[in-house]
């Protein structure tokens, strides 16, 4: 096959595959600190496995949503360039260990994420707070509105699903700021999940209402698991909307550097991930979609999910690692 049938639309095609062992990489890196109670080492090992995994592409990546900025994160800060160098310039978000709490605690959903894409096409978004709500694919356009009650969210989609409300699920997470929200929601009759970390994943979740039992997510977390949230739901189909929380003077003009103007816009998908992107997530712990990291006598095993945007298709790849010295 030639490099332009590879390229055809968007992203070279091959990297779907190759991205695989980024997240996998990080994913057992982390896993060896489950349950430890110690947060920053599970984060550390995940963080430099990935770089050095990620540095092996042939990619002339940009780490655009990363740990941080360059002077509190030493390793794949924002700006950060990745790979060989020989490749396509491409974008990058990433969360080596989404849910450094879950994994310490060695609770559900923890992952290792990545979104590539075209360059220029993810929000570069600060890391402060996002007002969330997104569900599946499947409903109308419109079955949500972040400024709708979250009574009036929940009866849309219940009446866009054909079931009553208390057949309804959405996922929250457990926070002192959701107080409201979770009263709100609850008086409706719909069904809370509540989680302590892990929005990516309670985002990612709506769009396989059948398997995880999350129909729509609501609430604030990080904005750069917004982006990588939105990054996947660009590949799978759902809805999303977001708007970050700029309280502050000293916010607004963080964002502004950014080249963010209107600080009360509300993003959608395709303005949070826009071009071809490509989304893979390794499990950490067992989750309500993917399973965690297993250490056998003899091999390794890993399940993850890589999605591409242009091609639509959802790949669950389960592998087993027998080069143990590797890892
Ligand atoms: C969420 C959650 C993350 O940050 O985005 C959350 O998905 C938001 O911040 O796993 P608070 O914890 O301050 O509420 C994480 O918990 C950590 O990245
Ligand atoms: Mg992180
Ligand atoms: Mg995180």
Same mark, same amino acid.
């Given at each position: 096959m030639n490099a332009s049938a590879n390229t055809i639309a968007g992203l070279d095609r091959i990297l779907t595959m190759e991205v695989v062992r980024v997240t996998e990489r990080a994913a057992v890196a982390a896993a060896r600190l489950r349950g430890r109670g110690d947060e920053k080492a599970a984060d550390q090992v995940a963080v430099d496995a990935m770089r050095s995994e990620l540095n092996r592409l042939n990619i002339k990546g940009t780490v655009v949503i990363g740990e941080g900025e360059r002077d509190e994160a030493p390793m794949l800060y924002i700006g950060e360039e990745v790979g060989t160098g020989k490749g396509p310039a491409v974008d990058i978000a990433l969360d080596p260990l989404e849910g450094t709490t879950i994994c310490a605690k060695n609770l559900p959903n923890a992952l290792a994420v990545i979104a590539i894409a075209e360059k220029g096409s993810l929000l570069f978004a600060p890391d402060v707070y996002m007002d969330k709500i997104a569900i599946g694919p499947g409903y109308p356009e419109g079955t949500i509105d972040l400024d709708a009650s979250p009574a009036d969210n929940i009866a849309s989609l219940a009446k866009a699903k054909g079931v009553p409300v208390n057949e309804v699920t959405a996922c929250i997470l457990d926070r002192p700021r959701h107080a409201k929200l979770i009263e709100a929601v609850r008086a409706t009759g719909a069904a809370i999940r509540l989680i302590g970390d892990g929005d990516v994943a309670g985002?990612?979740?709506?769009?396989?209402?059948?398997?995880?039992? /999350?129909? /729509?997510? /609501?609430?604030?977390?990080?904005?750069?698991?917004?982006?990588?949230?939105?990054?996947?739901?660009?590949?799978?189909?759902?809805?999303?909307?977001?708007?970050?929380?700029?309280?502050?003077?000293?916010? +607004?003009?963080?964002?502004?550097?950014?080249? /963010?103007?209107?600080?009360?816009?509300?993003?959608? +998908?395709?303005?949070?991930?826009?071009?071809? +992107?490509?989304?893979?997530?390794?499990?950490?712990?067992?989750?309500?979609?993917?399973?965690?990291?297993?250490?056998?006598?003899?091999?390794?095993?890993?399940?993850?999910?890589?999605?591409?945007?242009?091609?639509r298709t959802v790949r669950e790849i389960k592998a087993r690692h027998q080069d143990l010295d590797k890892f």
């Open positions: 985002v990612i979740h709506t769009t396989d209402p059948e398997e995880t039992g /999350i129909d /729509i997510y /609501i609430g604030s977390g990080g904005a750069p698991e917004g982006v990588l949230a939105a990054a996947a739901l660009r590949c799978t189909g759902g809805q999303m909307q977001g708007r970050l929380i700029l309280d502050t003077p000293e916010k +607004v003009e963080r964002a502004a550097k950014m080249g /963010i103007a209107d600080p009360n816009k509300v993003y959608r +998908v395709d303005e949070m991930a826009r071009g071809d +992107v490509l989304f893979a997530a390794t499990g950490v712990t067992d989750g309500n979609m993917l399973a965690g990291v297993k250490f056998g006598r003899n091999y390794i095993t890993t399940d993850t999910i890589v999605l591409r945007s242009s091609s």
